[in-house]
């Protein structure tokens, strides 16, 4: 009902919270708010409503009654995943999904490329990519420091440039994982409206150079990003 202020000097700004719960029932709600001298004598708001107050507005949306759960699964899209390999390598870029390092000791970079364009406009309830189907060549994991899952934003078809693209860090693997939570992530690139989802494998090290190839590999059938939605 009150919330005392503190002193304020001419000119001085303060800050003031207050804790509002809404209402149970759908609605636009006011809160209006006076302020008053200890003496309890009306100080006038400039601009305020009717010159002597200020409000808050809230707005309570009903609770949607269609709780139908919808789910999708997406393989990586073949022709825009791949492999990248640091360019004294020298190669070029083959569809198979690949990172770690190779015989002669150059790293390499994977890309998958989900095509999210069904899911723009949904709410996202849980998202998970399942790396289970792929498989590791030598020892990628400890030789490497371990395989950086991230989620990228690289521009169609893949190319050299991409191997040295910022990302987001999602989950250093030291094994192959069970299914990695993505909902945050692909939530984001719904809401800006992307109809690409992609994420990156790359060694988390330098290549241990001990003339073997050490990767995880994967092709875009041993890749899924399950997702539950609302329609």
């Given at each position: 009902a009150t919330k005392p202020i503190?002193?304020?000097?001419?000119?001085?700004?303060?800050?003031?919270?207050?804790?509002?719960?809404?209402?149970?029932?759908?609605?636009?709600?006011?809160?209006?708010?006076?302020?008053?001298?200890?003496?309890?004598?009306?100080?006038?708001?400039?601009?305020?409503?009717?010159?002597?107050?200020?409000?808050?507005?809230?707005?309570?949306?009903?609770?949607?009654?269609?709780?139908?759960?919808?789910?999708?699964?997406?393989n990586p899209v073949e022709s825009e995943s791949g492999t990248v390999y640091e360019p004294a390598a020298g190669q070029g870029?083959?569809?198979?999904?690949?990172?770690?390092?190779?015989?002669?000791?150059?790293?390499?970079?994977?890309?998958?490329?989900?095509?999210?364009?069904?899911?723009?406009?949904?709410?996202?309830?849980?998202?998970?990519?399942?790396?289970?189907?792929c498989s590791q060549q030598n020892d990628p994991f400890g030789g490497l420091a371990g395989i950086w899952v991230?989620?990228?934003?690289?521009?169609?078809?893949?190319?050299q440039s991409d191997y040295s693209i910022g990302g987001t860090g999602i989950q250093l693997l030291n094994s192959i994982p069970g299914p990695i939570d993505v909902k945050s992530l692909l939530q984001t690139r719904i809401t800006e409206g992307k109809n690409r989802f992609q994420i990156r494998l790359h060694p988390a090290g330098p290549s241990d150079a001990d003339g073997q190839a050490d990767y995880l590999t994967c092709n875009a059938g041993s890749v899924t990003l399950t997702v539950s939605y609302f329609p």
């Open positions: 503190p002193v304020v000097n001419p000119g001085q700004e303060v800050d003031l919270d207050v804790d509002l719960k809404a209402p149970a029932t759908a609605g636009t709600f006011r809160s209006y708010w006076r302020i008053v001298t200890n003496n309890n004598v009306l100080v006038p708001v400039v601009n305020g409503y009717q010159g002597r107050a200020f409000y808050v507005e809230v707005k309570v949306q009903a609770v949607p009654t269609n709780t139908t759960v919808s789910q999708l699964i997406l870029i083959p569809q198979t999904i690949l990172a770690g390092d190779t015989a002669s000791n150059h790293l390499a970079r994977g890309y998958m490329s989900f095509n999210i364009a069904p899911l723009l406009g949904k709410t996202i309830q849980n998202a998970s990519l399942a790396l289970g189907g991230g989620e990228v934003q690289y521009t169609l078809p893949l190319k």
